[in-house]
Each structure stands twice: as C-alpha cells, then as structure tokens.
T-cell receptor
Framework: SQQGEEDPQALSIQEGENATMNCSYK?????LQWYRQNSGRGLVHLIL?????REKHSGRLRVTLDTSKKSSSLLITASRAADTASYFC??????????FGAGTRLTVKP | EPEVTQTPSHQVTQMGQEVILRCVPI?????FYWYRQILGQKVEFLVS????????KSEIFDDQFSVERPDGSNFTLKIRSTKLEDSAMYFC??????????????FGSGTQLSVL
C-alpha cells in the first residue's frame, strides 16, 4: 500500500510540551506532506518535504525525513490548546496519487 | 485568503438516487481532486483531474462515479446510483500549477453525504 501510517494513533500532552508524531511508508516517494484536520473540517497543508531533503522547519513545526528507513516525523514545539487536531502524513507514491494515513489525534490540554 | 468552496455542506439522499456534489476550486489552480472520509476512518483518494481529464483514479472510483468541470469555475463529482456505503464526507481540493500535481493541496470544508 502506498499511504503513510502514523503513530501514535492518539497523543495527549500539556500545553507548552512538544508533540512528536511519526509516519512510516512503504514505497519510494518524491515528497511527503503533513496535513492537519480540525474536527469535521477540511485538511490544511502544513509542510512538504522532498525526498532529497532531510529536515524542514516552518514556525513551530519541524519535519524530518529518513528515506532509508521510509519514515518521517513531525515535531510541534511549545504546543498550544489550538494545536488540538488530527495530523496526517501523505505520500505521493512516486507521483501516481497522494494517499493519507490514518492520522494521529493530538489533544493539547490547557 | 482564497478558499475552495463546496456545496451543499450536507446532502441526504435515498439509496439508488443520483447525487452531484459541487466544488468551486481556487481560481488560478489547475489541479483538482476529490477525496472522501468515512466517519472515523482515513481520508481516501478518489480522483485527480487536470487539463479537462482524469489524471488518476483509485479503486473506489468505479463506473458509478464521474467528475466534470462544466465551466471555468465549477468542479463536480457525480455518483450515479448511491449505495449505503457511499455515506461519507467528500472533500474537494485544488492545487496551483506552480506546485506539482499532488503538492500542497487546498481542501474545501466538505460535503457530508448521507445515503438512507
């Protein structure tokens, strides 16, 4: 299967703590993307990392990619209650389509 | 900020009926997509569309499904004869030609389809 698989399935932390979510995939990719979904809403693109990149930052987000292990991680630093959402990785399967994993449900307690 | 607009937000239909879900992508985007999400499950790829034709479709997108860009602004998903298992949230998305296909998608808020 081409889609990424996130772990953990659910993560609960206190405001101010860091949150780390992982994604593993099976096929070669051109890029990997992370999206966020608030309950019942559409997905919002967070960050894209290409297969020749190892790390990327955007504000409080840090994404790493290890193509040898076929894995990626998303780190949210200094989390806020407003970061409560589901986070999905999406892989392009070499450019044929884009498929999402099952997501990590993050809860940040105030 | 420009956004993808989907209508209606909620559609209820009887099994066997045809439904058309409508989307207005962001105006300067050229790549269009439909995804769906059954409650509590993962977001599933249905189809991508570029240059007035389907680029890719998944195994879910069978003969009961079709997409169309009838004019310069709308992008529709038609389900010819709905089944109970078609009940899901359907998301339309679009992306800019500056990005590659399947890169940095902008999603609408979805249409919740309920088949009774």
């Amino acid at each position: 299967s081409q889609q990424g698989e996130e772990d953990p399935q659910a993560l609960s932390i206190q405001e101010g703590e860091n949150a780390t979510m992982n994604c593993s995939y099976k096929t070669s990719i051109n890029n990997l993307q992370w999206y966020r979904q608030n309950s019942g809403r559409g997905l919002v693109h967070l960050i894209l990392i290409r297969s020749n990149e190892r790390e990327k930052h955007s504000g409080r987000l840090r994404v790493t990619l290890d193509t040898s292990k076929k894995s990626s991680s998303l780190l949210i630093t200094a989390s806020r209650a407003a970061d409560t959402a589901s986070y999905f990785c999406a892989t392009d399967g070499g450019g044929n389509d884009m498929r999402f994993g099952a997501g990590t449900r993050l809860t940040v307690k105030p | 900020e420009p956004e993808v607009t989907q209508t209606p937000s909620h559609q209820v239909t009887q099994m066997g009926q045809e439904v058309i879900l409508r989307c207005v992508p962001i105006s300067n985007h050229l790549y269009f997509y439909w995804y769906r999400q059954i409650l509590g499950q993962k977001v599933e790829f249905l189809v991508s569309f570029y240059n007035n034709e389907i680029s890719e479709k998944s195994e879910i997108f069978d003969d009961q499904f079709s997409v169309e860009r009838p004019d310069g602004s709308n992008f529709t998903l038609k389900i010819r004869s709905t089944k109970l298992e078609d009940s899901a949230m359907y998301f339309c998305a679009s992306s800019h030609p500056r990005q590659g296909l399947y890169e940095k998608l902008f999603f609408g808020s979805g249409t919740q389809l309920s088949v009774l």
